[in-house]
């Protein structure tokens, strides 16, 4: 099976809500359990921010006013997970839910090593809030450190009936391949293949190696070769509509030529109008 177990995490934003859709969607096709988490950020209950308020503003003292605090963090909690699990339930599932307070980013990273893959919207409520404005906070963290396969959610909700697999080479990609047909066998969608190179004979080396792979399966496949920026031809053929899903290996080049460069992944994930994959 190719996953048992999905975490979602969940904070009750509308993007939020859109990555319960796709996750009902998901687990209804490959048969697995979805468990919802919401994490309550301690950053928020941390003490400067509100020291400094109640004294501007003439409340109590921080020290009384936490348990305040976190007794409505804690109900806010209990209904964003009601309403996971009242969606689920309504589409016929029968979810987890866990509730957990710490940093965001690490606390998915910790419960999601008890799951096979993650689902995380590209964003989440506090996204203009100091820090979380360009997918570099949580998505990009849960994506880079996580271990798992992370399916990265955008704003709408569309069915799945095709995917698409950018391939490069790298191990992350040939690691993607793998997920991409297992995921084909299994869902019938089909898939196509992409890779982004001027260089002929690297295109025509990777066209026989992912031939060679997908050659014994009994999957419906196609390989297109595109020229061009990786990120901008990815982008521009996700936005094609001709693919509901896209797999990718994540960080597939070195840190330094990310470094100079930027990264095609987060660039994807945080510019596709589609689900992203990915898988290091």
């Not at 687990?27 to 003490?47: E, P, S, T």
């Not at 490069?168 to 997920?179: R, T």
């Not at 031809?233 to 100079?260: C, D, P, Q, T, W």
Request: charge should be negative.
């Amino acid at each position: 099976m190719i996953a048992e177990k999905i975490l979602i995490p969940t904070d009750g934003s509308d993007y939020g809500k859109t990555a319960i859709e796709y996750g009902i969607y998901i687990a209804k096709c490959i048969n697995a359990q979805l468990i919802g988490l919401h994490v309550v950020d301690i950053r928020l209950l941390q003490g400067p921010v509100f020291t400094d308020i109640s004294g501007s503003v003439g409340l109590p003292p921080y020290q009384e006013f936490l348990p305040v605090l976190q007794g409505g963090f804690d109900e806010r909690a209990e209904t964003v997970l009601q309403a996971f699990k009242s969606r689920c339930e309504q589409a016929g599932l029968h979810p987890e839910m866990k509730k957990a307070m710490g940093v965001i980013d690490q606390m998915i990273i910790e419960e999601g090593s008890n799951a096979d893959w993650i689902l995380i919207a590209q964003r989440g409520e506090h996204f203009h809030s100091g820090g979380g404005s360009i997918l570099g906070s949580v998505a990009e963290s849960v994506v880079r450190n996580s271990g798992k396969p992370v399916v990265v959610t955008p704003a709408t909700f569309q069915e799945i009936e095709s995917m698409g697999l950018a391939y490069d080479g790298s191990e992350p990609a040939d690691k993607a391949l793998q997920l991409a047909a297992e995921l084909s066998e299994q869902t019938s969608w089909p898939l196509t293949v992409i890779i982004v190179t001027d260089n002929h004979d690297l295109s025509a080396s990777l066209t026989k190696k992912v031939e060679d792979f997908l050659e014994p399966l009994k999957i419906d496949s196609a390989i297109i070769i595109l020229r061009g920026r990786e990120d901008r031809e990815i982008i521009k053929f996700i936005r094609e509509g001709s693919v509901e899903l896209m797999v990718m290996g994540a960080y597939g080049h070195n840190r330094l030529r990310e470094l100079i460069l930027g990264s095609t992944t987060s660039t994807v994930i945080r510019k596709s109008t589609i689900p992203v994959l990915l898988t290091r």
